[in-house]
């Protein structure tokens, strides 16, 4: 499988080298990252949780998004043991919207006890709505504005906001405000069977009309990754999270009791190690009949909630809390959204290092949105291509290909699944630990997002941190 993956990472231009980096062993230990050495400046990450990450249409098929929300910000309390009345601000981030909660950040921090002070707000950018959530966060402790806030987000696809057609709202709204009965039966007597039609949210990028899928196809075809490349990269991930959880390594996951169902779910349930085989037989899913995207080598609807604490680093200290990294620096990228919707990792990643004055070899630990198989390859070719680092990054020489062996160790997105919302403090969650476990001390997240959107954050482990 790996001559296959390092095929799809190949570079157009030259041979990659594909081995190792030397296995970390303090040699940046002395590397200065900021100069803002006092503990009041630095921002740190105490530690974050999920719900497990389950396929829609399962477990938590009958709940609310508010459901999974409230348990993850009443789990990472508990997980922390921090007392609620030293949290400032809540930030949480979610894509499809309930109407009935929606500044479910402000909902779900009312249910799950915390204090009716405490202001909390939404946001949404799409599958990095809690990188949002975080970078928001550290911009508004960096401020001096609050010393302790909670960022996270939720998804569920399970049970999506669906309208009626745009006529039948139109008839009801008048309806509602007619003043006399007779208005009232003659509006809703005008109403016909085409009204009952139902206005389906849309699954198309509002600016192309073209969904990701499709983008994802055409991106693939135009760095030459093929349909096998892209299984391969897809069995990798599956691979992967399926080893990291029978080792136990996902402890960001806290059970959930389903309720008024007999189930405690306890694990991610979209992690499937198939075989390259039965990957093959499957059809394209979007661009039919050649398309290479399939249902297997790209992400699934999701349903799920994570949150994070983050903190200033002496206020951390000063209630005994044990931070498990710095929140260094962080920066958002947006280009075409038609030819370029799923280039965001290669645009953010490059920015974020020179921010950080690091280079590739100084990242042990790489988590990278996986929203599709073709999009992560691509992504990799273009950092490894000197056109496209000339023409697009504006950069004299290409990128270059990080160590494979600290990308995505613990699986990603198209593995452990991608409730659109929740992904960002997952992948936060998953760089402090792999940081800790690995003995690591820089990591790099970075993430596509609809709209041609990206982010890139830098982690830094914390010095003595435990899993």
């Not at 950069?395 to 997105?413: E, Q, Y």
Request: hydrophobic content about 40%; proline content about 4%; charged content about 20%.
């Amino acid at each position: 499988m790996l001559p296959l993956l390092k095929n799809c990472l190949a570079a157009r231009q030259g041979i990659v080298n594909y081995e190792a980096f030397t296995r970390y062993s303090g040699i940046f230990i002395n590397k200065t990252y900021s100069t803002k050495s006092d503990a009041s400046n630095n921002i740190v990450f105490v530690d974050g949780v999920r719900t497990p990450f389950l396929q829609s249409g399962t477990y938590y098929k009958n709940l609310l998004a508010y459901d999974l929300a409230r348990h993850s910000l009443v789990s990472l309390q508990k997980k922390i043991g921090f007392p609620k009345e030293i949290i400032d601000y809540i930030i949480y981030g979610t894509v499809m919207q309930e109407v009935r909660t929606s500044n479910i950040g402000r909902e779900a921090a009312i249910g799950a006890g915390y204090s009716e002070h405490i202001p909390a707000h939404t946001v949404t950018m799409a599958c990095i709505s809690s990188n949002q959530a975080i970078t928001t966060g550290m911009a508004l402790i960096g401020y001096g504005a609050y010393d302790a806030i909670v960022a996270g987000g939720v998804e569920f696809m399970s049970d999506i906001p669906i309208r009626h057609s745009r006529p039948m709202r139109s008839l009801m709204l008048q309806a509602n405000k007619a003043k006399t009965l007779p208005n009232k039966l003659g509006l809703l007597a005008s109403i016909r069977p085409q009204h009952f039609v139902p206005d389906l949210p849309a699954v198309a990028e509002f600016s192309s009309g073209e969904t990701m899928g499709h983008s994802c196809d055409r991106l693939a075809a135009a760095f030459g990754v093929t349909r096998k490349e892209q299984d391969d990269y897809a069995l990798r991930s599956h691979t992967l999270a399926a080893r990291a959880q029978q080792q136990g390594l996902l402890s960001d996951v806290v059970p959930y009791k389903v309720p008024n169902v007999d189930k405690v779910v306890d694990k991610d349930n979209g992690i499937r190690v198939s075989t390259e085989e039965q990957l093959a037989k499957l059809k394209p899913a979007f661009v039919k009949p050649y398309g290479t995207v399939t249902a297997a080598n790209a992400s699934f609807l999701t349903d799920g909630a994570s949150a994070a604490l983050i903190m200033r680093e002496d206020k951390a200290l000063q209630l005994g809390l044990k931070p498990k990294a710095y929140l260094r620096t962080f920066v958002y990228v947006s280009q075409d959204p038609v030819n370029q919707l799923l280039l965001g990792p290669s645009y953010a990643i490059p920015k974020v290092l020179d921010k950080a004055k690091l280079t590739l070899k100084d990242i042990g630990v790489w988590e990278i949105h996986e929203a599709f198989a073709g999009q992560i390859c691509a992504n990799l070719k273009a950092m490894d291509s000197d056109f496209f680092a000339q023409n697009y990054l504006k950069r004299s020489s290409k990128i270059g290909v990080p160590d494979l062996n600290k990308w995505n160790a613990w699986g990603g997105s198209l593995s452990i699944g991608h409730p659109f919302a929740a992904t960002g403090v997952r992948l936060a969650a998953h760089t402090a630990n792999r940081l800790i476990k690995e003995d690591q001390q820089f990591g790099l997240i970075s993430a596509c997002a609809a709209g041609g959107q990206g982010v890139g954050m830098i982690m830094e482990r914390y010095p003595g941190a435990a899993i």
